[in-house]
Structure formats: C-alpha cells, structure tokens
C-alpha cells in the first residue's frame, strides 16, 4: 500500500480527517476503497498532485471539499503561524482547470443524496496552500463550482466558501461573478489577525499596505456579504494584544462604521505548531476572555475555536 495522507478541516484544525491512499485521481474506485476515517493528521495533500480533498469537519457536521488553488505554495502572505512548508525552489505551478473539474466531478459523482459514508456534503471551500485570489484562473473556478453545483443538484444549503487574505477581492474579473457566487450560497471568509500596519507587518509579514488591504475589504464588503476569520495567539512571547483587544476592536468596528455587512467572527487560535517556534496557542482562559471582550464591544455574532477544543461558542 503506499503512503497515506490524511487532511484536516478549513482552519487548519479541529477536525477528524478522511485518510486516503495517494493515487492518481484516475483510480475513483480504489481510491473509494481506501478511505477510512481517522484524527490523525500527515501530509499536506498538494505533495500528492491533488487539487481537491475530502475533509469531515465538526464545525461544519459534515463532508467539505477542499480545493487547493495554490498547488505551488505561492502567497503574498508569510503569516507567522502559517502551516505550509515552503522551500526557495518551489516550482511555479498553476492549478489546471482540466485537472480540478476531473477531481470534483469524481467526488461530486461518489457523494449520494444521503451523502458519503453517512456525512452529509455542506460546503466546497477554496483554500489551499497560498492566496486563491492571485491565482489567474479563479473566475474560472468560481464558474465552474457554479456550473457543478447546478448540474449536480446539490442542495441549495451546500456552501461554496472562498478563504482569502483580502487581497485579491476587487479584482476586475471576479465582479462580475460575485452576484452568483452569492446567489448559489457562496461565503467570502476573510483572515483579518491585524489590527494596525505594524502588526500586519509583524504578524502577516506581507508587503501590501495596511490602509490598501483595509480598503479592500471595505470596498468589496459594503457590496456583500463577509466572515471575519482571526487567529489569537503569543508571538515571542508576547500575546501582542493587550487587555480588551482594543487595537482589534478598533478595526473591526471601522469596518462595521464604514458599512461593511460582517455575518460574524471566527475566533482561534493555533492547533498544531507552526513552523515558527515562536508562534504559540493562546490557553482556553484567554480564548474565553477575548470572547467575552468580543461580544461585550461588537454587535456581532463570535464563534470561538480552542486550541484542542471541538466546541464552537456562537453568540449573538
Ligand atoms: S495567507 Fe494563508 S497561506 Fe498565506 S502565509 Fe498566511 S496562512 Fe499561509
């Protein structure tokens, strides 16, 4: 048997994982096969040459797909926490549209009415290894998950999510996509761990200007629709955010003043080391009072993700 590869859910963590066999996306029928159902957590799966991956989330109560548009690891991003190992030498590799409709027609075609193995489908998530919104064929992929989910009459309820650092969201050529992105229950998930230029710089280590990625977001969230997603956690040694949060809240609440609609925040923190040993998971005492902070200064729904823990807290 060869090596097997197992694959965690959208944030990273707090997730059981499907394992399967790394094969060629041809092999359906062996693949199906050798899916069994496990907690661990190995390999990442672009080293397989797989741009979509199974994933059972607990957040979610179900079956994702992932999909992974960076296939080279590329992004404009060097967070601090950042799980994706990178070496100098990473090829420049574009994700193939061919390649990525073959994989999803496959799971698509394996997943019934009742779902996979008793979990039902809920969302497909573009995510990966680096910044979907950089990658030149996005509206592509944005209308050919639309195309599918059409012709694969999946329910109205199944979630097609994009992950992304806000780089990328007022580009020309999405626009004209967003409407039915949103029509077809699509969700913009958008990391904000930030709360000024110096510790974007500190923390996301990007070279794109505070108050640009603060427009962007701006722009693009006064027309529809987005999902806060922030990591909390110790960077050499400091927690970086002093009592209260209030460079965060700060923010967060300039976007809201500015109209941007924000559904809620995901809160969390790490779950596995990073590569930078300097990264460090807040305990669950300070997840919980960020939390509460959280909901005492913001009108906004906050979901709270421990560094082990399974709950999500959602408030109101
Ligand atoms: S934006 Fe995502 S992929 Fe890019 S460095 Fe940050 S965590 Fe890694």
Redesign the pocket.
């Known amino acids: 048997m060869s090596d097997r590869i197992a694959i965690t859910d959208s944030l990273g963590h707090k997730a059981s994982a499907l394992e399967l066999d790394a094969q060629s996306p041809e092999s359906g029928d062996s693949l199906e096969a050798q899916i069994t159902l496990s907690y661990a957590n190995h390999s990442r799966l672009s080293e397989f040459d797989r741009l979509v991956y199974p994933v059972i989330s607990r957040r979610s109560g179900g079956l994702s797909l992932g999909i992974n548009l960076?296939p080279d690891k590329r992004?404009?991003?060097?967070?601090v926490?950042?799980?994706?190992e990178r070496t100098d030498d990473q090829p420049v590799a574009e994700p193939s549209l061919a390649q990525l409709e073959q994989e999803l027609r496959h799971w698509l075609g394996s997943i019934s009415a009742e779902g996979y193995r008793g979990y039902p489908l809920r969302d497909i998530g573009l995510a990966g290894?680096?910044?979907p919104t950089t990658v030149r064929i996005l509206p592509q992929v944005l209308q050919l998950l639309l195309d599918l989910k059409q012709e694969f009459d999946l329910p109205e309820a199944v979630k097609l999510v994009l992950f992304t650092?806000a780089t990328g969201l007022d580009r020309k050529d999405l626009a004209p996509l967003w409407p039915s992105f949103y029509r077809a229950n699509g969700e913009v998930w958008c990391?904000l761990d930030y709360w000024d230029a110096r510790s974007l710089q500190q923390l996301?280590r990007t070279s794109v200007p505070f108050e640009r990625l603060v427009e962007k977001i701006i722009g693009f969230g006064r027309l529809y629709p987005v999902v806060l997603q922030s990591c909390f956690f110790n960077w050499q040694g400091q927690t970086h955010i002093d009592a209260g949060y209030p460079g965060y809240v700060a923010l967060v609440q300039r976007l809201l003043d500015a109209g941007v609609r924000l559904q809620k925040i995901q809160a969390y923190t790490l779950a596995r080391q990073p590569a930078e040993a300097e990264a460090r998971p807040w305990s669950d005492a300070q997840m919980d009072l960020l939390a509460c902070s959280l909901r005492r200064n913001l009108e906004l729904p906050v979901e709270l993700f421990y560094e082990t823990g399974l709950e999500v807290e959602a408030a109101g």
Do not use: I, M, P
């Open positions: 960076n992004c404009n991003f060097d967070c926490y950042c799980q994706v290894d680096g910044e650092n990391k996301n």
